[in-house]
């Protein structure tokens, strides 16, 4: 090998070395975002949890508590995969059990708790512990002295013609006068939700595509939308209507590590719109 070629080598390597503590970082990180509404007179703080897949943060789960505790959200909203099908279901019952304590909270299943075949067992303990499932519900909560619609739907696992079902109970059920939320595990469905405005709508199921490329690529794959998905992470705009996806919680996704891609609490700040917002 000749000089030049053993330096580019030499100099790949280097760069690989100091990347692959940020690359395979996993501690969590919080990310934040800002909705403006004239629908509200008071900020609203939601921290959003997807796919914690069973993960420990700590003993009983201290780590992932303090992190949500240190952002003193309104409420917690569930969006599935808490429980994971190939993991014991004790390490998410200890962190139901503590954030139920401390926050209103609602939940909607993903497909992770559809493949444990205990949906029934896991609604059952969520409601013992004071959570509120949602499946095809619409609720107005009060957080910060302000009241904004929570509306939530199963994981499409329920099938097609159950879930337009549901969505439709959710458009009934609201008061037409709130800021509304819907939550519901897959983003891609986000054309067949956008049918029935709702102000924001809140996801997870893609684990941020996995692995991503810096600069280049927010996501290389995701379950439901494959190769370079439209909907990996982040904040999507439609008109009056915004789609944020956490890239959830999760180590790994099926035994592939995370790149790039460090799993995320989510916050969200639902502020009152000023002018020239949005």
């Known amino acids: 090998?000749?000089?030049?070629?053993?330096?580019?080598?030499?100099?790949?390597?280097?760069?690989?070395?100091?990347?692959?503590?940020?690359?395979?970082?996993?501690?969590?990180?919080?990310?934040?975002?800002?909705?403006?509404?004239?629908?509200?007179?008071?900020?609203?703080r939601i921290v959003l949890i997807a796919d914690l897949h069973s993960r420990s943060f700590g003993n009983h789960q201290k780590e992932l508590l303090d992190l949500i505790e240190g952002q003193r959200p309104d409420i917690v909203m569930l969006g599935g995969d808490i429980f994971d099908k190939n993991a014991p279901l004790k390490t998410s019952r200890d962190f139901i059990k503590a954030v139920s304590d401390a926050y209103p909270c609602f939940f909607v299943t993903g497909n992770n708790e559809f493949s444990t075949g205990k949906v029934p067992i896991i609604k059952s303990f969520l409601s013992c512990c004071g959570i509120v499932g949602l499946e095809g519900d619409c609720f107005p909560v009060k957080g910060n002295d302000q009241y904004i619609n929570v509306c939530g739907v199963d994981d499409c696992k329920?099938?097609?013609?159950?879930?337009?079902?549901?969505?439709?109970?959710t458009k009934h059920l609201r008061d037409q006068r709130l800021f509304t939320i819907l939550l519901a595990h897959h983003p891609e469905h986000i054309d067949q939700y956008l049918d029935y405005d709702y102000d924001l709508i809140l996801?997870?199921?893609?684990?941020?595509?996995?692995?991503?490329?810096?600069?280049?690529?927010?996501?290389?794959?995701?379950?439901?939308?494959?190769?370079?998905?439209?909907?990996?992470?982040?904040?999507?705009?439609?008109?009056?209507?915004?789609?944020i996806v956490s890239r959830g919680l999760a180590k790994e996704s099926s035994g592939i590590p995370r790149l790039f891609n460090p799993p995320e609490l989510v916050v969200v700040d639902i502020q009152p719109k000023i002018d020239g917002g949005n």
């Open 1 to 44: 090998m000749n000089r030049s070629k053993l330096t580019v080598l030499l100099s790949i390597l280097a760069a690989l070395l100091i990347a692959a503590p940020y690359a395979l970082n996993n501690a969590p990180v919080v990310k934040a975002y800002a909705v403006m509404s004239d629908k509200v007179d008071n900020t609203v």
């Open 158 to 169: 329920i099938g097609a013609k159950a879930l337009e079902y549901q969505l439709e109970n």
């Open 203 to 243: 996801s997870g199921h893609t684990h941020g595509g996995l692995f991503r490329i810096p600069m280049l690529s927010n996501g290389i794959y995701a379950p439901g939308q494959g190769l370079f998905p439209k909907y990996s992470g982040g904040l999507y705009r439609f008109g009056k209507s915004s789609l």
